[in-house]
């Protein structure tokens, strides 16, 4: 029903992760070829090209990676980089803009009896963060400071996944012994339960991580919308402020673990049910006396 | 209709308790076992383990019990115990709806209730 939907978490050990690359931001002359560039460099550094002659629009300063590209860590276990914005492990690096629900991933023997099904695959709360990294450029006589978000960072991602019950004979009753056998439609209605986990979380990743994504997103890479500031730092805090990372990461992480912690709202709500399985006690099935037999009402 | 919940014997943190029904009218009641909910553990800062009924009979009036006065009737189960445990039971009518540990989802269905057993691992 539950198991990894605890509260506890993973510690997830924190990569620190290389700095931009300044070689890219200050020694590519904008003249060059890009195609050259990205045969050369790779795609990060056209990346770059393209977005000074976008920003600057032929101004040769060269934009300022104000932050090394941050730390890594899962929600709980707080990564951050130098804002103290909450980061997280990165993954392939193309994290996904919807909670990816990765449904059943197995069957096993029930928790009940000393098995990993009927259990989420992930922490309750927990999700992979890339946290914002910002980028600016020093204001001229004639415009401001700019602020934006670097392409590929400031990108969440939720997974969930659960492990589902094998019907029939289940083992040893963990909590006082005797056989469990636990009936095809039981296992349906426990993976049931552990689909309301899932649901519940995707709900609270759309109200808490898709707003900040969206935010991120217009104001990210090449494409991207600019914060302006009297001077670099100013526009920093005034993007900072706008996307307030910290709070929509981590109101996902509170309110899911709220939510999803054993006999949380999730789990008494469903429990209540009257389609909820139960443990109908000593049961013959198939001439075989099992001690606990697991079936719905 | 009264309900109670007893240890009938414990060895370490192993314990067999028992959910007893006692009619202590001197008139017979009915219930229908499929009602009778219990023992259900709850240990402390965990998941409640799964809520303890019987199997129906296979014909319908066979689950009514008739309780003449001052009479019993029970169920036994046992439970290893590993962190402080309450222990609760009741009976519902009619039968089904939703069942937690500690009581009905409808508190307008239930009948009676045993007061909660609390036990603590050795």
């Given at each position: 029903?539950?198991?990894?939907?605890?509260?506890?978490?993973?510690?997830?050990?924190?990569?620190?992760?290389?700095e931009p690359s300044r070689l890219a931001a200050s020694h590519v002359p904008l003249t060059h070829d890009l195609l050259f560039l990205q045969r050369t460099i790779g795609n990060r550094a056209t990346s770059l090209a393209?977005?000074?002659?976008?920003?600057?629009?032929?101004?040769?300063?060269?934009?300022?990676?104000?932050?090394?590209?941050?730390?890594s860590g899962a929600v709980n276990v707080e990564g951050v980089n130098a804002f103290g914005e909450s980061d997280g492990m990165v993954g392939s690096g193309v994290a996904p803009h919807a909670m990816s629900n990765k449904g059943k991933t197995g069957s096993d023997l029930w928790e009940h009896a000393g098995g990993a099904g009927g259990v989420g695959n992930q922490s309750v709360g927990s999700a992979e963060l890339t946290a914002p990294v910002y980028e600016t450029r020093a204001a001229t006589a004639k415009k401001p400071a700019k602020a934006w978000i670097k392409s590929g960072t400031g990108k969440v991602k939720v997974v969930r996944s659960y492990t589902g019950v094998s019907s029939g004979n289940n083992g040893v009753y963990k909590h006082g012994g005797g056989t469990t056998w636990v009936t095809g439609k039981a296992s349906t209605r426990i993976d049931k339960h552990e689909k309301e986990h899932i649901k519940s979380s995707k709900a609270l990743h759309d109200a808490h991580i898709k707003p900040v994504e969206k935010r991120v997103s217009s104001y990210r890479g090449l494409t991207g919308k600019n914060k302006d500031g009297a001077d670099e730092a100013a526009a920093t805090t005034a993007l900072q402020t706008e996307i307030d990372w910290n709070t929509a990461v981590n109101d996902f992480a509170t309110n899911d673990s709220a939510q999803n912690t054993p006999m949380g709202p999730v789990d008494l709500i469903d429990q209540a049910k009257p389609d909820f399985y139960y443990n109908f006690g000593a049961k013959e099935v198939k001439k075989v006396q099992y001690d606990h037999f697991v079936d719905t009402n | 209709m009264k309900l109670a919940l007893e240890v009938v014997s414990r060895d370490g943190n192993e314990v067999v308790i028992r959910l007893v029904v006692f009619n202590d009218s001197a008139k017979p009641v009915e219930f229908d076992r499929r009602g009778l909910a219990g023992p259900n553990g709850v240990p402390e800062k965990q998941e409640a383990w799964p809520v303890s009924l019987e199997p129906a009979a296979k014909a319908k009036a066979q689950n009514a019990v008739l309780l003449s006065a001052f009479c019993l009737y029970?169920?036994?189960?046992k439970f290893t115990i590993s962190a402080p445990t309450t222990f609760h039971a009741y009976l519902v009518s009619p039968p089904g709806g939703g069942l937690l540990a500690g009581g009905p989802a409808d508190s307008k269905t239930l009948v009676a209730s045993a007061a909660p057993l609390v036990l603590s691992p050795e």
């Open positions: 029903m539950h198991a990894a939907r605890t509260s506890r978490q993973a510690a997830i050990p924190t990569t620190k992760r290389k393209i977005q000074r002659e976008f920003e600057d629009q032929g101004e040769k300063a060269a934009p300022q990676p104000v932050l090394e590209e941050a730390a | 029970g169920r036994e189960r």
